[in-house]
């Protein structure tokens, strides 16, 4: 499976934001899933979930503080990558 994702590094925290159907952002039962789920691809940090609605607004579930940052964060500064999991 083909995720798109980054890890970023700021202000000495380390965690993942991961792109994901705006359907998972919008349950909290199934974004907690794919978060357990994706926790052993990224080992030891948070992980955020990012959609896009229909305009393309990001939507960010996860730890509070991460998700604040990341509204002051234009999406084409993200060092997006695809990561193949398995």
Not at 53 to 61: F, I, L, M, V
Request: overall charge positive; proline content about 5%; cysteine-free.
């Amino acid at each position: 499976m083909k995720i798109q994702g980054a890890v970023i590094i700021e202000q000495g925290v380390t965690f993942a934001i991961v792109v994901v159907n705006q359907t998972v952002t919008n349950y909290t039962s199934r974004a907690v899933r794919v978060r357990a789920h994706l926790s052993q691809f990224f080992p030891n940090m948070p992980i955020i979930l990012m959609s896009q609605d229909s305009n393309g607004t990001p939507h960010y579930y996860g730890r509070k503080d991460i998700v604040e940052f990341l509204r002051t964060v234009r999406l084409d500064q993200i060092p997006w990558k695809f990561y193949h999991i398995y």
